[in-house]
């Protein structure tokens, strides 16, 4: 099968990750997959399609723009583009990641055009747009991540028998790969042998509720416990929301900022986490920054929002805990008291990423929603 898989945004960020891993792993079954992706600034680097090619797909150029949002006109002319496109090379069917993809591949492939399967990425939780509902209901197949979006598609219209829902995806077997001795972490940021280590990969940003962290460390620090706290991660907001509250109330000496990290030394930087915070879903819901670290061994600490609660399994891979300081405080002290705990938590994070999120596995699912929507 020959697949036009497309990114409707340039930036590596959002679901562009989770549905890279699923089409290398598509491809991976023996399928032809061709990627395209939005097309970048010229003062930036073309990420996503960078991203496409270290997983080895192959790139096309469809001549259409793929912005992240739409624009009547741009739309129009992308249409056109993706249809001659289609003309030519024949692809047996069409993904789209994004919403403003799906609407275009839906417009390009007409009545008689390939099949549109969309990955859907929404949480099940969140608003539908009127717009993205109907195209949803218009596509012949929809890949969900989860139970509470699988069951708001169907209140929408969507046919359940085009409906496959399935973890989401992940190369857990490379991000197990780059991880390397955890040890080096800790000598490389002065962290004591005793410490707890707490991590959080997040943008430093406004609504990520870092506020709530601080308060917990403080709490902890006024505790005693040994730990210490490493945030990987950057943002424009990093000084106020991250820096100056750590400088402010003392926290320097149990707080690292790492910075944004990539490959060997990111992986290597979260298995030496015992635990690892998530208290925000970012732009992607799946929360694929916690997806890694549960495949590395590591346990969380989440919020109830989003689709954490069915990513995070309260008692058997993590804490689940409510908003706010002291939930989060109580939850980090009862693991760093515990550090045994942690780690029979962190067994079930491993194991639960290994079975729910391999990327193959999720490949072998996306190919049988496939299989109907062929025939349909």
């Known amino acids: 099968m020959k697949l036009l898989w497309t990114l409707s945004n340039w930036k590596r960020t959002g679901p562009v990750e989770p549905s890279l891993d699923l089409a290398a792993a598509f491809e991976a079954l023996g399928h032809d997959v061709r990627v395209a992706c939005g097309v970048s600034p010229a003062d930036h680097d073309d990420e996503s399609a960078d991203a496409a090619r270290a997983r080895g797909l192959t790139v096309v150029d469809t001549g259409a723009q793929l912005h992240k949002h739409s624009a009547p006109w741009r739309d129009l002319r992308d249409a056109r583009r993706l249809r001659a496109w289609i003309r030519e090379h024949e692809p047996d069917g069409l993904v789209a990641t994004h919403r403003s993809g799906h609407r275009l591949l839906l417009r390009a492939a007409g009545r008689r055009g390939p099949p549109v399967v969309r990955l859907w990425f929404g949480d099940g939780r969140s608003d539908v747009d009127p717009r993205d509902a109907k195209a949803l209901r218009a596509s012949a197949g929809v890949l969900v991540f989860g139970a509470a979006a699988q069951k ?58 870092f506020e709530d962290l601080w308060g917990a460390v403080a709490r902890l620090r006024i505790d005693r416990v040994p730990f210490h706290v490493i945030v990987v991660g950057r943002g424009t907001n990093e000084q106020t929301v991250g820096r100056d509250p750590v400088r402010e109330l003392g926290l320097d000496d149990h707080v690292t900022f790492a910075g944004y990290l990539r490959g060997e030394e990111y992986a290597t930087t979260i298995a030496a986490f015992d635990a690892q915070l998530f208290l925000v879903p970012g732009s992607d819901p799946t929360c694929r920054a916690l997806r890694e670290g549960m495949a590395l061994g590591v346990p969380s600490i989440a919020a109830r929002r989003g689709m954490l609660p069915e990513i995070v399994e309260d008692g058997a891979s993590g804490i689940l805990v409510s908003a706010g300081v002291e939930p989060l405080a109580d939850a980090m002290g009862r693991l760093a008291a515990a550090p045994q705990a942690a780690r029979t938590l962190g067994e079930g994070a491993r194991e639960r990423a290994e079975r729910l999120f391999s990327a193959p596995r999720v490949a072998k699912v996306f190919a049988s929603l496939w299989r109907e929507a062929s025939v349909s």
């Open 152 to 209: 708001q598609l169907q209140e929408l219209g969507v046919p359940p028998a085009r409906i496959r829902r399935t973890g989401p995806p992940l190369g857990v077997e490379e991000i197990q790969g780059r991880a390397w001795d955890p040890a080096t972490v800790r000598a490389r940021h002065g962290i004591a042998k005793d410490a707890f280590v707490f991590g959080i990969v997040a943008r430093l940003q406004t609504h990520r509720r």
